[in-house]
């Protein structure tokens, strides 16, 4: 089986510090790149009134996301990557920041073909 | 059950057009209103070599993302959306552009709570 990269679904749950846009660019930056990934853009949005933060890191390798729901303690954060990349290296980076009491991975392969 | 949000991963296969960031950014764009979202930012990388787009509309109901790989006549889509949106009508759009020959849609939902 040869696919095109793999696609983490993580919902953190009991997770803290979800409403700092910046805080959150730069932990996920990082986390892009201690997976073997290279940035190649990054845009966060931050709503009001809830604190809510949504952004995404474009990589050369596909993708890191997150939404957050603050008022939940909920955050959805994907993390898509080909090539050599480790993307289950990313969640350890993220946890530091968010300090989630529960994680939640989906692994997808995406681009599946057979041989 | 009440979620978040609907996370749809699209598979797209035997694919058309792959390798236009600007008709791509379009695209997209249109089919995230056409789901009902809002667009709150877009940007599109253009690779070369091989001219694969990897790019993303950040939404005020979360993403739409989009990776292609024009030599392999495959994209890797996701649509995420949360409140009113409805993910799967955005998939009709980008198939005019596409024009795949197969699609598989995997439909999670993210942030699930017993209620």
Known sequence: MKFAGTHLLVDLWDA????DPEQIDRTLCEAAVTAGATILHSHFHHFTPNGGVSG???LAESHISIHTWPERNFAAV????CGA????????VMQRLFQAGRIEVDEQRRGRVQL
Do not use: E, G, S
């Not at 994907?78 to 990557?81: A, E, H, K, N």
């Open 85 to 92: 990349c480790d993307p289950h290296l990313a969640i350890p």
């Open 78 to 81: 994907d993390i898509f990557m």
């Open 56 to 58: 995404v890191v474009v």
């Open 16 to 19: 803290r510090n979800l409403d």
